[in-house]
């Protein structure tokens, strides 16, 4: 069965440059979500979007901005990244109606 | 709002042995309950859920959980662990009556099965 798709799947950056994050979601699935995870911490909710449209914001830096395409497909873009943005970010994807949320592998960003 | 508080970091256990991980949650409102295991740089994979209906629900891998309106409690059990269950358990909530279904999570806790 197809699953939600991220990329890159490891990424490293210098702080204070741009970063961008893609996840694919699951055929038919309508919603994507996005999470950050820490180390040793639990996933936190960034950003949500229904339908092309931001349906929810969570603890989510300014210098952060996501975007859901007409193919569904989501990018979250990282500007005048941190240390402290060092994390796992997730994305996971439903459907209309559904609560069960499915999670892509994970997109491991390490700042230097 | 929700908060969700998993009551032990660290769980050890030998391999056989029945286990029982502990989750409480806190909201004003109606919640859907999730159990999800993490394996060690993986992604998420959800074990089971409750959203209406019996309260005893059953998920993969043999794993079990019993949402407790009174005790607003969903512990999750299995009665014999495996070396392959050793992995990072995150319980989480959404709210029934919301538009997007975020999750809020708990702390984790990590089950080390030992042989």
């Known amino acids: 069965a197809a699953g939600v798709i991220q990329s890159p799947r490891h990424l490293i950056k210098e702080k204070r440059e741009t970063a961008t994050l893609k996840c694919y979601p699951i055929p038919r699935h309508d919603t994507v979500y996005w999470y950050q995870q820490g180390p040793g911490q639990d996933p936190q909710f960034l950003i949500s979007?229904?339908?092309?449209?931001?349906?929810d914001k969570g603890s989510i830096p300014d210098r952060f901005s996501a975007q859901q395409f007409s193919d569904y497909h989501s990018e979250l873009n990282m500007s005048s990244l941190e240390l402290g943005d060092s994390a796992l970010y997730f994305c996971?994807?439903?459907?209309?109606?559904?609560?069960?949320?499915?999670f892509g592998p994970g997109t491991r960003l390490t700042v230097l | 709002a929700q908060s969700v508080t998993q009551l032990d970091s660290q769980v050890p256990v030998f391999e056989e042995a029945p286990v029982e991980l502990r989750c409480n949650y806190s909201s004003s409102v109606s919640v859907y309950l999730f159990w999800y295991v993490q394996y060690p740089n993986q992604g998420l994979q959800l074990l089971l859920k409750?959203?209406?209906?019996?309260?005893l629900v059953k998920g993969i891998n043999g794993f079990e959980a019993e949402f407790n309106k009174s005790q607003t409690s969903f512990h999750l059990r299995k009665p014999s662990v495996h070396i392959s269950d050793t992995a990072e358990y995150f319980c989480?909530?959404?709210?029934?009556?919301?538009?997007?279904?975020?999750?809020?999570f708990g702390q984790g806790t990590t089950l080390q099965v030992k042989p």
């Open positions: 989480a909530v959404s709210d029934v009556s919301g538009n997007t279904g975020k999750l809020i």
């Open positions: 409750y959203l209406s209906g019996s309260t």
């Open positions: 979007f229904y339908e092309k449209m931001q349906s």
């Open positions: 996971a994807s439903s459907r209309t109606g559904s609560r069960e949320q499915f």
